[in-house]
């Protein structure tokens, strides 16, 4: 079997087995609530976040309040998703920073995304992915570890694993396959306890036990 054939037959199986939406995990109506909450999910779980952002966003319910936010006050409110400092920190910095420099919108690009207080690439491509459409590859802790598990990757650096899955992945599967490969990754290939003999890609795993050929 070639690279290629069985790259495709991988994403059909991921396509048959998880959904092909793209729907996003975390909860979101505006834009910049979208990238507050993927600034609150390092290191932390989407299901946590949501429960936090539930009643944060009802709290601040406009930009200019999360910009006017107190610092300790708003550290209290994000505590639970840890690193609550630095993150509150960022939260109010790119707030000021979208409201008095971007115009009080969301930029679309990367570069400008990626110029706002602890915003990375990855949290740039969710932003762009979800909100504009546009097709981008995020890499998070599990696009990283399954990706390389599976061979299509063989790199810790999640930009240089990005720009490899974006030659490897057809654009219409790339944020698709970050949100499969979460789903994988919490219920298959579990990162302490993967269920190798349960998986579906075992015979195209690179690390599945069983050689590609």
Same mark, same amino acid.
Not at 15 to 37: A, G, I, M, R
Not at 153 to 177: A, T
């Given at each position: 079997?070639?690279?290629?054939?069985?790259?495709?037959?991988?994403?059909?199986?991921?396509?048959?087995?998880?959904?092909?939406?793209?729907?996003?995990?975390?909860?979101?109506?505006?834009?910049?609530?979208?990238?507050?909450?993927?600034?609150?999910?390092?290191?932390?779980?989407?299901?946590?976040?949501?429960? $936090?952002?539930? @009643?944060?966003? +009802?709290?601040?319910?406009? =930009?200019?309040? #999360?910009?006017?936010? /107190?610092?300790?006050?708003? &550290?209290?409110?994000?505590?639970?998703?840890?690193?609550?400092?630095?993150?509150?920190?960022?939260?109010?910095?790119?707030?000021?920073?979208?409201?008095?420099?971007?115009?009080?919108?969301?930029?679309?690009?990367?570069?400008?995304?990626?110029?706002?207080?602890?915003?990375?690439?990855?949290?740039?491509?969710?932003?762009?992915?979800?909100?504009?459409?546009?097709?981008?590859? $995020?890499?998070? @802790?599990?696009? +990283?570890?399954?990706?390389? =598990?599976?061979? #299509?990757?063989?790199? /810790?650096?999640?930009?240089? &694993?990005?720009?490899?899955?974006?030659?490897?992945?057809?654009?219409?599967?790339?944020?698709?396959?970050?949100?499969?490969?979460?789903?994988?990754?919490?219920?298959?290939?579990?990162?302490?306890?993967?269920?190798?003999?349960?998986?579906?890609?075992?015979?195209?795993?690179?690390?599945?036990?069983?050689?590609?050929?």
């Amino acid at each position: 079997m070639t690279e290629k054939k069985r790259t495709e037959k991988i994403l059909s199986l991921l396509d048959e087995h998880y959904p092909v939406d793209e729907k996003c995990y975390l909860n979101y109506e505006e834009p910049y609530q979208l990238l507050f909450s993927t600034i609150l999910s390092a290191q932390c779980t989407d299901d946590r976040v949501n429960a $936090v952002t539930e @009643t944060l966003y +009802k709290k601040y319910p406009t =930009l200019e309040s #999360f910009a006017e936010a /107190d610092l300790a006050e708003l &550290i209290e409110d994000v505590r639970s998703t840890g690193y609550f400092t630095a993150k509150a920190k960022n939260i109010i910095g790119s707030a000021q920073k979208i409201l008095n420099e971007f115009g009080g919108a969301v930029p679309g690009d990367i570069e400008r995304l990626t110029s706002l207080p602890g915003v990375g690439r990855k949290t740039a491509n969710v932003v762009r992915g979800h909100v504009f459409g546009a097709p981008s590859v $995020v890499v998070d @802790t599990h696009v +990283k570890r399954i990706s390389n =598990l599976l061979g #299509f990757v063989d790199s /810790d650096d999640p930009v240089k &694993i990005e720009f490899e899955l974006m030659k490897i992945l057809p654009e219409d599967h790339w944020i698709r396959y970050n949100l499969q490969v979460i789903t994988h990754g919490r219920t298959i290939c579990v990162a302490r306890r993967p269920k190798c003999g349960d998986c579906f890609l075992n015979g195209l795993c690179a690390a599945g036990g069983k050689p590609v050929s």
